[in-house]
């Protein structure tokens, strides 16, 4: 594999960074997870909109321009053969000292990933997956606002071993006002009917871009969507609940807090909109070859 840093390829064991680098000792940097499906890069300038406005909120300067961030993945992609994959994108904040300070740190650091992902078993997204909600709460959105995708990511981590210890993979997080936000690495929907429904993004979701797709998608199928704030009894009574996201596609939930989710297994508007997602991402994207 070669991995791609500031600018060069290096072969695995030669990519290196330093243990001096604040993304290591402080997890201070951002990143993304993009898709590569059939030769082309999904989604890939709303992946590096995302990127560059995470960057903005922690003032950290990325030094390329969007232009050549992109040219940058489908380089690495190209060099890797990843027409099927995934992309890992991280930008650290670079050297510095063991204090905190990220203004004393040298040039922030790129570093392109192209390799592949399998979050779930496949046979999860037949049978559908099990969640429970966990007593560790979202970031408050005026601590570490949760639309920056930042390279720390203790807060997720601390509810998905709530979770593995309660005997399922994925746990729902709620707010500290006790609204449901999202999935550790995933975007929630409720469908009731005809109606679909995810959290607005102030109460404390990532502004998915899986998520952002499947509403376009949904729209144009006739589903009423919208942003509603969603509690425990919403997920419970729900008809289907689903999870989205870049690494995990669409899959459907089966089973939250030991309650059976509808009827037990991923619902036809899920399977629906998983279609329509696989179909799109199939045909679109800046080709690599
Ligand atoms: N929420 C969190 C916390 C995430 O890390 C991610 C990305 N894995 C998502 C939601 C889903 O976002 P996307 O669809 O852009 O991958």
């Known amino acids: 594999m070669k991995i791609y840093i500031n600018g060069r390829l290096f072969a695995e064991k030669d990519a290196k960074i330093s243990v001096f680098d604040h993304g290591l000792l402080y997890g201070d940097g951002v990143f993304e997870g993009i898709r590569t499906y059939n030769g082309r890069v999904f989604m890939l300038e709303e992946h590096l909109h995302r990127l560059y406005r995470s960057a903005k909120a922690i003032t950290l300067n990325i030094p390329l321009e969007k232009d050549g961030m992109s040219k940058a993945v489908v380089r ?3 060099a890797n053969r990843t027409l099927n994959g995934y992309v890992r994108l991280v930008v650290t904040r670079g050297v510095g000292t063991l204090g905190l300070n990220p203004f004393v740190c040298s040039k922030p650091q790129v570093i392109i990933i192209a390799a592949n992902i399998q979050l779930y078993p496949k046979k999860l997204y037949e049978d559908g997956l099990k969640l429970v909600t966990v007593g560790t709460l979202r970031n408050h959105t005026e601590s570490v606002s949760p639309n920056i995708k930042s390279l720390n990511y203790l807060n997720n981590i601390m509810a998905k071993i709530e979770a593995i210890n309660a005997g399922v993979m994925e ?42 797709v499947v509403m376009g998608l949904a729209a144009e199928q006739g589903y009423d969507v919208r942003e509603e704030t969603l509690t425990r009894y919403d997920l419970y009574t729900a008809d289907e609940v689903f999870l989205t996201g870049t690494a995990a596609e669409i899959i459907g939930v089966v089973e939250i807090d030991r309650r059976i989710v509808g009827k037990g297994a991923p619902g036809p508007v899920t399977r629906r909109l998983a279609n329509a997602f696989r179909a799109l991402a199939r045909s679109t994207g800046v080709p690599i070859l």
């Not at 995933?186 to 607005?200: A, E």
């Open 171 to 212: 746990a729902i997080m709620l707010n500290p006002q006790g609204f449901v936000a999202e999935a550790t690495g995933d975007n929630i929907f409720v469908v009731k009917g005809d109606r679909l429904r995810t959290p607005p993004i102030w109460a404390g979701a990532l502004e998915g871009i899986t998520r952002n």
């Open 76 to 78: 690495t992609c190209k």
